[in-house]
């Protein structure tokens, strides 16, 4: 079976992008760094590829210049059993970055994530569709997400 890796490629910040999220997340690390020598495509010495780890998910940040953009088509998502996880990984992902509608933010790298209680797919894939179709309405209305706010339309109130 083959091993598959997020590889995540800035402009020049990815040694600091690694570091900032090993900084974020529990039982993460870096893992090793890569330079690049002579004749590649950015100045020899600099930062080439950082691997890191993310709570034992690995992944790969590489410096690979300005043509390469994030986008929203492609976001991490993290999976929250509380509210103080919730507040605690976007106030961290948002500084210098930006909370979006329905639980996402964009980091001050520009990648995006999507900061999700582990109950929301229990609510909206509930055998009562009006109770699914109330919880989805009120995400949809909020910037973080609200885990008691979430429970509380779901319920009818």
């Known amino acids: 079976m083959p091993t598959i890796t997020t590889f995540l490629t800035y402009n020049d910040r990815a040694e600091e992008a690694a570091q900032h999220y090993v900084s974020i997340f529990k039982n993460s690390r870096i893992l090793h760094t890569t330079h690049y020598g002579e004749g590649g495509p950015m100045p020899k010495g600099m930062v080439m590829t950082v691997r890191f780890s993310l709570d034992g ?3 790969v940040a590489l410096n690979g210049g300005p043509h390469f953009k994030f986008t929203e088509g492609i976001s991490l998502l993290i999976n ?32 995006s994530w999507q900061v999700v ?12 569709p ?20 979430l429970k509380k339309a779901y319920d009818g109130g």
């Open 57 to 59: 998910q690995e992944y």
């Open 80 to 111: 929250c059993k509380t509210q103080e996880e919730i507040d605690d990984y976007s106030r961290k992902l948002t500084d210098g970055g930006e909370q979006g509608p329905c639980g996402w933010v964009t980091d001050k790298f520009g990648v």
């Open 117 to 128: 209680p582990t109950i929301i797919g229990e609510l909206f894939s509930s055998a009562h």
């Open 130 to 149: 009006d109770k699914a179709k109330r919880a989805f309405a009120a995400m949809m209305n909020m910037k973080k997400l609200d885990i008691a706010a």
